[in-house]
C-alpha cells in the first residue's frame, strides 16, 4: 500500500510566479491536510479537505493561497505570486474516512523556494 | 488557543543515555496525543499515540510515552537511545472539540546522539 505521495519534492520559484503542490493521499484515505513548516518552527496546519470540499481553511494565508481536492486526481495547493516568505516545506497528510482526531499519514514533503 | 509547546529544542546524548522529551498542552477538555518523528531526509512517522485509557503508551523502537492529565503533558522517553535515534521529534495535539481533525504541533525537538 503505497503511502502518501508529494510531488515535486523540490521546488525552485522566482518572486512572482506560481507554485503547485501536490499530493496523493493514501488508497482509501478521504481527508487530507495540508501543513507548513518553516525554518526552526514547528508544522502549523494550513487547510483541510474532503473530495470536492474544503471543510477548514482557517490556517491559510488569506491572499494568494488556494487549495483543492477534486473528485478524480490529487489534492493541489496553489500559491500564486509567490514571495521569499513562502519559502518552507509543505506536507500533506491523509487519514481515513470516518471519527476526526484519527492518525494521520504524511508525505514526505515539497521544500519550496522562492529566488 | 490550544497550543503546544516542547521544552527542549535541541538534546545532545551519548549512546545508551537515557531520553525524556517534555511536552505540554493547553485545552481543558479531551485530547488525542501524537508523537511524530521525522529522520534526516525522510517524512514524519507516527512513534505513538495516546487517544484514551492506559496514559502508558508504548509505541515502535522502544519509545513510550506517558499521558499525565494533571500536568496536561504528554512526555517522550526512551531508556536508551542509539544513534540511529538521531532526529526531529514532533508533539501534536488533536483536541476533542474539533471536528475538523486538525493538529496542532509542538515546535519540535531536535535530538543528536554521538556514537
Known amino acids: 500500500n503505497a503511502g502518501v505521495m508529494q510531488n515535486p519534492r523540490h521546488l525552485v520559484r522566482r518572486r512572482g510566479q506560481e507554485a503547485r503542490l501536490r499530493c496523493s493521499p493514501m488508497?482509501?484515505?478521504?481527508?487530507v491536510y495540508w501543513y507548513r513548516q518553516l525554518p526552526e518552527e514547528g508544522l502549523k496546519f494550513m487547510v483541510y479537505l474532503q473530495k470536492e470540499n474544503i471543510i477548514d481553511e482557517s490556517g491559510m494565508p488569506k491572499e494568494r493561497f488556494s487549495a483543492e481536492f477534486p473528485k478524480e486526481g490529487p489534492s493541489i495547493l496553489r500559491i500564486q505570486q509567490v514571495v521569499r516568505g513562502d519559502s518552507a516545506a509543505y506536507f500533506c497528510?491523509?487519514?481515513?474516512?470516518?471519527?476526526?482526531?484519527?492518525?494521520?499519514?504524511f508525505g514526505p514533503g515539497t521544500r519550496l523556494t522562492v529566488l | 488557543a490550544q497550543s503546544v509547546s516542547q521544552h527542549n529544542h535541541h538534546v545532545i546524548l551519548s549512546e545508551a543515555a537515557s531520553l525524556e522529551l517534555g511536552c505540554n498542552y493547553s485545552?481543558?477538555?479531551?485530547?488525542?496525543l501524537f508523537w511524530y518523528v521525522q529522520y534526516p531526509g525522510q517524512h514524519l512517522q507516527l512513534l505513538l499515540k495516546?487517544?484514551?485509557?492506559?496514559?502508558l503508551v508504548k509505541g515502535i523502537k522502544g519509545f513510550e510515552a506517558e499521558f499525565i492529565k494533571s500536568k496536561f503533558s504528554f512526555n517522550l522517553r526512551k531508556p536508551s537511545v542509539q544513534w540511529s535515534d538521531t532526529a526531529e521529534y514532533f508533539c501534536?495535539?488533536?483536541?476533542?472539540?474539533?471536528?475538523?481533525?486538525?493538529?496542532?504541533f509542538g515546535q519540535g525537538t531536535t535530538l543528536q546522539v554521538k556514537p
Open positions: 497528510a491523509s487519514s481515513p474516512p470516518g471519527l476526526a482526531g484519527a492518525e494521520q499519514f
Open positions: 488508497k482509501g484515505h478521504s481527508h
Open positions: 501534536a495535539l488533536f483536541f476533542g472539540s474539533s471536528n475538523t481533525g486538525k493538529l496542532i
Open positions: 495516546y487517544f484514551s485509557g492506559d496514559p
Open positions: 485545552y481543558g477538555g479531551t485530547v488525542n
